[in-house]
C-alpha cells in the first residue's frame, strides 16, 4: 500500500487542489475524502498533509478560514481560489500527459516482455 | 505575479499565529480519536494511536513553520541574534577575532588601495594595453629613450605599430600674465594625443602645420589649470596668453584624467615644432620619447623584433663606443611607467596577502577552538533534531556576523592607515596621494573578508559534534587539534617571513642613514633658479644677474660662503658624459667603450667651502682663475686617480670634449683634487666627478643656476632673506629655495617608507601570530585539565607540567620557524633590489628573526604553561 512518501512529487497537491475543487473542507476530511474515494489505497500522513496544506495556502492557491463542523466544532476549513483553479487544470494535464506517457512505456515494455 | 508576490510579501511579515496551527491540529486529533473509537477502540487508545499517527505535534508544526515563504531568511536572523548573544557572552574571544579582522582586513584594503592603481587599473588612454613604449637603452640612460637622427627613420619605416609618437620632454615655462606662475610645458608630436586615443574635452588638437618650426605658437592646457587660471571658460579657446614671453594661441583643454605617458606633471602642451629634415640629419640629434600603438593582435616581443632593421640603422649612427652598450626595447607602456615601483607594488601585495592569511588562519583556529568547547552544546542542538546543514549554516552566520563586524572596522581602520601611507610616503610613489578607499577596493575587502568568513565557518561548521560528545568524558577537541597546530605552525612561518623581510630592510635602511656622503649638509641652503628668456635673452645677461645675485647673497649677516653651481649632491640631476670623452694631454684615449658615466658640474670657486667637500691637493679655484684666459677644473679623487693613475695632476692639461670637432676641445688645467662626494642618490655608487670653474666670462654661463649659501642663521629666516634678496633683483623670478638636509632626507624617503610599511606588517603579522599561539595553547592547556589533574595525582610536578605545555607549543613552533626560514630565504631575493649594503640571504637578519620569534612564542605559552600547573588535581578529578 502506497504510504505518503511513496506519492510522487507534487502528487499530494494535486489530491489536495482537486478534493477542495468539489467543496470547503478542513484538513481531517481532506485526508478522508482522499482516503474513501481512492478506496483506501492513499492514505495521506497527517505529517505531510498539513506542510503541504500551508505551502498551497502561501502560494494562494487555497484559502482557510474558520467555520463550523458537522458536529459543530470549531474547524479551519480551505477552499480553493481562483489562482488555484487554475493551477489544477495545469496539473491535471501534466498529469495526465504524464500517466499516459508512462502508460505507454509500461505497455510497450510489457509487449515485449511477453 | 505581483498577487504572488504580495501573498509572499504578507505572510513575510505577518507571521501565521502558532496557536491556530495548535487549534487546528488539535482538532484533526479529536476527529481522529473519535472515528477510532467508532471502530470500537478504547478512548485512551484511541487517541494514543491518533496522536502516533500524526507522528509529534512539535515536528508538524515545524514542518508547517517550514512552507512559510522567508523562513529561510527568518532562520538566519535567529542565527544572527543567537551569534550576537554568544558573542556578548564572551567579549575576550569576540574582541579578539574583531581586532585580528580589522588588522587584517584593514592592512590589506589600505595596501590595495595604493597598488591598485600601479598593478591593476587600466591607463587613461583608449585601449591602453595596446600602448608602449620603443626606444634606445643605454647605460647612460638605462630608461629608453630615442634621438632625432633615428627617430622620423624609425617613425617613415616602422611596420609594426599603427602609429609611432614622441614627446620631447617637459620643461618649466612662464605665464607672464598679471600673476606670473611657472608652469611645466611638455612639448609633443601632433600625432600624440591621437596615438594615445585621447581626445581635448573642449577645442581641437594640434595640426600637422603647427608643429614646424616658426609655425604660429598653440597650446593645449591641462583640466587642472583651466579650471584654476581660467574657471572653466569655453571661451579660452582661441585666446591668446604669453608664454614664455611669446603671444601663443590656447586651442583646446585636456581631459581631467589626463596624464602623460612618462608621468611627469604638465600643464600645458607645445607642438614639438622640431626641423625634422635638420634631425634626420643630425647625430645624434633631439632626445625624444617614443610612445605607439601596436596593431590589432601584435605584442610587444614581435614589434621588437620587426624593429631590428631600423635599430640596425641606428647603431650605425651610434658613436663607436657607445655600440656595443647600446640596445632597444619594446615594452608595455604600464612597465615603462611603474618601471620602479612595479616591484615594490608585489611585493606589498604579497606581504599584505601573508598578513591577510595569518589573520584568517587565526580566526579559523579561534572559531574552531571555540567550537570544540561547544560539543556538548552542539550534540544537544542536534538531538534535538537540528541538522548538519542546519549546524553548518549557523557555522557560517557566525562567523559572517564576525567578519561584517571586522570588515566594517577594517574599512575604518584602512582609511586611517591609508592616511598614514600618504603622510609618511615619498613624493616619487606614482598615485599614492591620489589612492582612496574606493568601492573597487571595498569590494574587494568584501571579497576578501567573505572568503575568509565562509572560508573559516566551514572549517569549524564541518568538524561538527557526533552524539557520543554527549556521553564521552574525553577526548574533546582532540581532532581539532591536527588542523589547529598546523594552522599555528603555518602562522608563525609566514611571520617569520614578514618579519625576516622587515629586519632586513631596516638594517639597509640604517646602512643608507648612515652613509658618508662626503661633505657636510648641515646649514646648507640652495635656491635653484631658471631664468627667464625674454628678460635674460643671452649669456651676458644671465652672467650678470648671477653675479649680482652672488654679491648681494656674499655680505649678508651670518654667511659663510656663496656659491653657484648648476646642481648639486648628492641626488637629484646633474651633467654627465662618458669618460670615453675625456682624454689627458699626452695620452692616448680609452680604446673601446663608454667607460662608464662621469658627473659634472658649473661651479664658482666657493663650491667646496660651501659643501665642506675637502680639497685632497692643490688649492682648488681662486678668485684670480676668474679673470683668467685659461679655463680650470677640479678632479674628483676617483677620476684623478683612473686619468693619472698615482701621477700628480696638478697644473696638468685635460681634455674635456674630445669626441667634439677640433678646435672645440679647449684644455683644461687641473687646480686641484676633491674628495669624493656621493652624486648618484643615497644608495647608488658614486660616479667619477669633475668640475669646471665658470669664469666672469659669458660663455660659462646659462639660464640654470643653484645658489648654495652657508650661514648659521636659522633656516627658516634664511630662507626668507634669500627670497626678498632674488627678489629686489627680479620680483617676478620662481625660485624653489630647500636646505640640503632637506633634500638629503628626501632621498632616503622611499626606503624608509619601504621600511616602515614592511616593519608595520611584520609587526601586525607578529602580533596576530602571537595571539593565535596564545589562544591555541591556552585552550589546548584548558581542554588537557583533566589529563594534568590525573599526571598530578600520579606524581608529577609543577615543572613537569610546565615543560609538558611547552613541548606541545614548541612542536607547533619549531617546524613553523623551519618552514618559515625556507620561505624566507627562498623570497627574501624578491627584496634584494631594495636592499644596501645587505645580502638578502643575511645570517644575522635570519638568526635575529628567529630569536625574537621564538622569545614572543614563549611568553605566549608560557602564561597558559603556569596557569595549567597551577590545576588542583583533586578538582579536577572530581569535576568528572
Not at chain 1, 93 to 104: F, G, H, I, M, N
Request: charged share 20%; with cysteine; hydrophobic share 45%.
Amino acid at each position: 500500500m502506497p504510504t505518503p512518501t511513496d506519492l510522487l512529487q507534487g502528487t499530494l497537491d494535486l489530491l489536495i487542489l482537486q478534493t477542495l475543487a468539489l467543496e470547503p473542507l478542513h484538513g481531517w476530511g481532506i485526508a478522508q475524502r482522499i482516503q474513501q474515494v481512492s478506496k483506501d489505497v492513499l492514505q495521506i500522513g497527517q505529517g505531510s498533509l498539513y506542510p503541504a496544506l500551508y505551502r498551497l495556502e502561501y502560494k494562494g492557491w487555497i484559502r482557510a478560514e474558520w467555520g463550523s463542523s458537522e458536529n459543530n466544532r470549531r474547524a479551519k476549513f480551505y477552499r480553493l481560489t481562483a489562482a488555484g483553479r487554475k493551477r489544477l487544470e495545469a496539473e491535471r494535464e501534466t498529469w495526465d500527459r504524464l500517466s499516459a506517457a508512462v502508460a505507454l512505456v509500461l505497455g510497450k515494455h510489457a509487449e515485449a516482455s511477453s | 505575479m505581483i498577487t504572488r508576490f504580495m501573498t509572499w510579501l504578507r505572510y513575510l511579515l505577518i507571521p501565521k499565529k502558532r496557536d491556530e496551527l495548535d487549534d487546528e491540529l488539535g482538532f484533526h486529533i479529536e476527529q481522529s480519536t473519535q472515528s477510532k473509537v467508532a471502530q470500537g477502540l478504547s478512548p485512551a487508545e484511541a487517541r494514543r494511536q491518533a496522536l502516533i499517527e500524526l507522528g509529534g505535534v512539535e515536528a508538524a508544526r515545524e514542518r508547517c513553520d517550514q512552507q512559510r515563504p522567508g523562513w529561510w531568511f527568518g532562520t538566519v536572523v535567529q542565527d544572527f541574534r543567537f551569534a550576537l548573544r554568544a558573542f556578548r557572552r564572551n567579549p575576550a574571544f569576540s574582541i579578539t577575532v574583531l581586532l585580528t579582522l580589522m588588522l587584517g582586513i584593514g592592512s590589506t584594503s589600505s595596501v590595495f588601495s595604493v597598488v591598485d592603481r600601479i598593478l591593476f587599473r587600466p591607463l587613461p588612454y583608449q585601449d591602453s594595453d595596446r600602448l608602449v613604449s620603443v626606444g634606445l637603452v643605454a647605460p647612460i640612460e638605462p630608461q629608453e629613450f630615442m634621438l632625432g637622427g633615428s627617430y622620423y627613420e624609425w617613425q617613415d619605416h616602422q611596420k609594426p605599430f599603427i602609429a609611432l609618437t614622441s614627446e620631447a620632454g617637459v620643461e618649466p615655462c612662464d605665464l607672464n600674465e598679471v600673476n606670473p606662475v611657472r608652469l611645466d610645458c611638455a612639448s609633443v608630436e601632433n600625432n600624440f594625443l591621437p596615438t594615445l586615443g585621447v581626445t581635448p574635452v573642449v577645442g581641437r588638437n594640434f595640426l600637422p602645420g603647427e608643429d614646424r618650426p616658426n609655425a604660429p605658437r598653440v597650446a593645449l592646457i591641462s583640466f587642472a589649470l583651466w579650471r584654476s587660471r581660467f574657471q572653466m571658460d569655453r571661451s579660452v579657446v582661441g585666446k591668446i596668453v604669453k608664454i614664455d614671453g611669446k603671444s601663443t594661441q590656447v586651442i583646446g583643454v585636456l581631459p581631467a584624467s589626463f596624464e602623460m605617458p612618462r608621468l611627469q606633471a604638465a600643464d600645458v602642451l607645445v607642438p614639438e615644432a622640431l626641423d625634422v629634415a635638420a634631425q634626420r640629419r643630425s647625430d645624434p640629434g633631439r632626445p625624444l620619447w617614443a610612445f605607439a600603438r601596436l596593431k590589432q593582435g601584435a605584442t610587444p616581443e614581435q614589434a621588437k623584433a620587426e624593429l631590428a632593421p631600423l635599430f640596425d640603422y641606428s647603431l650605425q649612427l651610434a658613436p663607436a663606443p657607445f655600440r656595443k652598450e647600446v640596445h632597444y626595447t619594446v615594452r608595455p607602456l604600464r612597465d615603462r611607467q611603474f618601471h620602479d615601483v612595479h616591484q615594490a607594488a608585489w611585493i606589498l601585495f604579497g606581504l599584505v596577502m601573508a598578513v591577510l592569511l595569518i589573520a584568517c588562519a587565526n580566526v579559523a583556529s579561534l572559531l574552531t577552538a571555540r567550537r570544540a568547547g561547544r560539543e556538548r552544546e552542539m550534540a544537544v542542538r542536534a538531538a534535538l533534531g537540528a541538522g548538519s546543514m542546519r549546524l553548518l549554516q549557523q557555522a557560517v552566520v557566525e562567523s559572517l556576523a564576525l567578519t561584517a563586524g571586522g570588515a566594517l572596522a577594517g574599512v575604518l581602520f584602512a582609511t586611517i592607515l591609508l592616511r598614514v601611507f600618504i603622510l609618511i610616503a615619498p613624493e616619487g610613489m606614482p598615485f599614492l596621494s591620489a589612492a582612496k578607499v574606493d568601492w573597487r577596493v571595498l569590494a574587494f575587502t568584501l571579497l576578501a573578508s567573505a572568503l575568509c568568513a565562509i572560508g573559516f565557518g566551514m572549517v569549524s561548521g564541518m568538524t561538527h559534534a557526533p552524539m557520543d560528545a554527549l556521553t564521552s568524558r574525553r577526548g574533546r577537541g582532540i581532532r581539532h587539534a591536527r588542523l589547529r597546530q598546523i594552522l599555528v605552525a603555518a602562522q608563525i612561518a609566514a611571520s617569520l617571513v614578514l618579519l625576516a623581510g622587515g629586519m632586513l630592510l631596516t638594517r639597509s635602511f640604517r646602512n643608507l642613514e648612515s652613509q658618508k656622503l662626503g661633505m657636510n649638509y648641515q646649514n646648507v641652503l640652495t635656491a635653484s633658479l631658471s631664468l627667464g628668456e625674454t628678460a635674460y635673452p643671452d649669456q651676458a645677461q644671465q652672467m650678470a644677474f648671477f653675479e649680482r645675485l652672488e654679491r648681494n647673497l656674499r655680505w649678508g649677516p651670518g654667511i659663510n660662503a656663496v656659491a653657484i653651481s648648476d646642481s648639486v649632491p648628492p641626488g637629484g640631476y646633474h651633467r654627465d658624459q662618458i669618460y670615453a670623452s675625456l682624454r689627458v694631454d699626452g695620452q692616448p684615449r680609452l680604446a673601446s667603450g663608454t667607460g662608464g658615466n662621469v658627473a659634472w658640474r658649473w661651479v664658482t670657486p666657493d663650491y667646496f667651502r660651501a659643501l665642506n667637500i675637502p680639497l685632497i691637493q692643490g688649492s682648488g679655484f681662486t678668485d684670480e682663475d676668474l679673470a683668467s684666459e685659461n679655463r680650470f677644473v677640479v678632479l674628483s679623487s676617483s677620476l684623478a686617480d683612473r686619468m693619472f693613475s698615482g701621477q700628480n695632476p696638478l697644473g696638468r692639461q685635460v681634455h674635456l670634449a674630445s669626441n667634439a670637432p677640433a678646435g672645440q676641445d679647449p684644455p683644461f688645467t687641473v687646480a686641484g683634487v676633491a674628495a669624493d662626494v656621493k652624486n648618484g642618490g643615497l644608495a647608488a655608487g658614486e660616479e667619477p666627478e669633475y668640475y669646471r670653474l665658470r669664469r666672469n666670462r659669458a660663455e660659462d654661463w646659462d639660464r640654470g643656476g643653484v645658489v648654495i649659501v652657508r650661514s648659521n642663521l636659522p633656516a627658516g629666516a634664511l630662507k626668507n632673506w634669500m627670497r626678498t634678496q632674488i627678489a629686489s633683483l627680479n620680483p617676478t623670478l620662481p625660485v624653489e629655495i630647500r636646505t640640503l638636509q632637506e633634500q638629503v632626507t628626501k632621498l632616503a624617503d622611499q626606503p624608509r617608507f619601504e621600511m616602515l610599511l614592511v616593519g608595520y606588517f611584520a609587526c601586525a603579522g607578529l602580533l596576530l601570530s602571537v595571539i593565535g599561539l596564545y589562544g591555541v595553547t591556552s585552550f589546548l592547556a584548558v581542554q588537557r585539565k583533566p589529563e594534568v589533574g590525573i599526571r598530578m595525582a600520579l606524581g608529577a610536578s609543577r615543572i613537569d607540567i610546565v615543560r609538558l605545555v611547552l613541548g606541545g607549543a614548541g612542536r607547533m613552533v619549531a617546524p613553523g620557524i623551519v618552514v618559515g626560514i625556507a620561505l624566507a630565504f627562498a623570497l627574501s631575493q624578491a627584496l634584494s633590489g631594495l636592499l644596501f649594503n645587505v645580502r638578502p640571504h643575511d645570517p644575522i637578519t635570519y638568526f635575529g628573526a628567529a630569536a625574537i620569534l621564538a622569545a614572543v612564542a614563549l611568553a605566549a605559552t608560557l602564561i597558559p604553561a603556569i596557569g595549567a600547573a597551577r590545576v588542583d588535581p583533586i578538582v579536577t578529578l572530581r569535576e568528572d
